[in-house]
């Protein structure tokens, strides 16, 4: 059997990580990046690293995003020398950055009639389930090019739910982020609260966890990056403020007033004063009743 094959572009924290998965399940691996240090670290971990998007294309008929924006995503589909003027006919693009819903249906439309095929595959996880192959996958797309990717979803996920047409899986992404936004502001405030009634934050959290309280921010996020005070998960409060805002500006073309959703984006927002892009998005705790 000829071994599969795949190329990424965007190899940063999730691109990495991806790539560690698929070459452990036997995947021949291609990749871009646009910055040095990240060709570099994949050429180490054994990605064939190629200059540009037409020496990618030359590889493979599956491409794979890990790209920061929806800006990106639209510069390297159909920006000069993109995967438009390059692709192989029948092309499957798998995007698994978090970008903007009407963005990704609007590259789909576009795409479909040349004969390549976009699926919304943006992920959860972090760089560690990247890397461990264990993320969740909310997926937007037609279901034959979901089954011409399950292969190598299934090298990358431990779950993967189909959430319906293009842009689907990107606008559920945006709804989950915002909630694990919120989380985080309304888990550190109960942790601020318990605090002043002198209990012990660990105490709590492990009480919280076995209770109706818990959510994933309580059962991973406070055990792992906040309580141990090393804010290192691999994502950014930038990125994350990035995801925030899209989903403000959903509630805002839905036409819909969400008024605890909307203090909890003003707050990420307002965050941009104080808390660096390149910060870890744990950091939020501190403007959230657990500051210094
Ligand atoms: P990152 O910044 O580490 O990686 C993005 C990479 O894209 C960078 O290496 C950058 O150089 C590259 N890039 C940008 N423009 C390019 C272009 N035109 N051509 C080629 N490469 C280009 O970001 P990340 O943390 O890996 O996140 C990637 C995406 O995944 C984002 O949309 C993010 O929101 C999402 N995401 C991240 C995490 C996380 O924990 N880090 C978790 C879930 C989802």
Redesign the pocket.
Same mark, same amino acid.
């Given at each position: 059997m000829t071994q599969k094959t795949v190329g990424i572009?965007?190899?940063?924290?999730?691109?990495n990580g991806m790539a560690q998965s698929l070459l452990r399940e036997g995947f021949k691996v291609f990749g871009?990046?646009?910055?040095d240090t990240?060709r570099q670290a994949a050429t180490e971990i054994g990605v064939h690293v190629v200059s540009d998007i037409k020496a990618l294309c030359a590889e493979s008929n599956v491409i794979l995003l890990?790209?920061?924006?929806a800006k990106?995503v639209q510069?390297?589909i159909e920006g000069k020398d993109g995967l438009i003027d390059h692709a192989q006919p029948n092309t499957l693009i798998i995007d $698994?950055?978090?970008?903007e819903p009407d963005v990704t249906r609007a590259l789909s439309a576009e795409l479909a009639p040349l004969g390549h095929g976009l699926l919304d595959c943006?992920?959860?996880?972090?760089?560690a389930g990247a890397k461990a192959g264990t993320m969740v996958m909310l997926v937007g797309g037609e279901p034959n090019a979901l089954e011409r990717a399950q292969v190598y979803l299934d090298a990358l996920s431990a779950k993967v739910v189909h959430m319906g047409a293009s842009g689907s899986g990107h606008a559920a992404k945006l709804i989950n982020n915002l909630l694990c936004a919120a989380h985080l502001v309304t888990t550190a405030e109960a942790i601020a609260l318990g605090a002043k009634a002198g209990l012990n934050p660990e105490s709590l959290i492990a009480g919280l966890n076995a209770g109706s309280g818990r959510s994933a921010v309580s059962e991973v996020n406070f055990p792992h990056w906040i309580l141990s005070d090393s804010f290192d998960?691999?994502? $950014?409060m930038g990125?994350m403020r990035?995801?925030v805002r899209l989903a403000k500006d959903m509630m805002r073309d839905m036409g819909l007033a969400l008024p605890v959703a909307e203090q909890i984006a003003e707050m990420w927002a307002q965050s941009a004063t104080t808390i660096a892009d390149e910060k870890d998005f744990n950091c939020i705790v501190k403007n959230a009743g657990l500051g210094e």
């Open positions: 572009i965007g190899l940063g924290r999730m691109g871009t990046d646009v910055g990240q890990s790209l920061p924006m990106h510069a390297v $698994t950055s978090t970008s943006p992920v959860s996880g972090g760089p998960s691999g994502f $950014t990125l990035k995801d």
